[in-house]
């Protein structure tokens, strides 16, 4: 009988060590996803990306619903080989504020609200769907969306809301403003798998990317709100109207102090 109380004793003091052995495991978590996504953040400060968590989605995508002759366009350039042009347009048209904020423009988002509460109570009267309703993400915030992360529905958009976040902290800490601005522009979607200033220069125009003039640049910004419904190639009314908006927003901002330097 006392081996048995022995061995039960024995068994009661291993019981809490396991224990404590998974919840150390469990606490190290938060630290070993930190350190790898600060990291992931540092390495691609340095290191061009091969490709974006949102070309790879794309692709697997395709696989999934049968499409073997799907092909993702993606040459990476340097932001000194693009036409200054080309990011001037995409911080006129996205984020104007993009030199001074830290990744979160507050300001646009209480504008973006009260536009978008303006627009639902307008469909409400008329028995309408809502339309033209305002986005505030910042370049910051799209490039974290693009490279690391996913689209997202339901309940996984909201956690991909809260590493959006995260992973714009990061950006800001870790890498300049030129870096953010050079890494959107090539991994933007300007066409149905068409990724980058590159690709859809030679994809719509015949031409590299550096010999962008202003009006096609802003043709290609035109059409990243919706770049599968949109072509820059074939520009229609609203590609039309609104690349004529971003021209005049140019010119308005001009280069210096706006497109920041590597």
Known sequence: MSGDRKRARQAGRREPSRARRWLRRLLWLPVLFVGATVLQVLVLRFVDPPFSAFMAERQLAAWVEGDWDYRTAYDWRDLGAMAPSLPLALVAAEDQRFPVHHGFDFEAIRQAQVHNERMQARAERRNQPVRHLRGASTISQQTAKNLFLWQGEGASRWLRKGLEAWYTVLMEAFWPKARILEVYANIAEFGDGIYGAQAASRSYFGKDAVQLTPAESASLAAV?????????????????RRSGGIQRQMRHLGRDGVVPQR
């Open 224 to 240: 990243l709100p919706s770049p599968r419904r949109y072509s820059a190639g074939r520009p229609g009314p609203y590609v039309e």
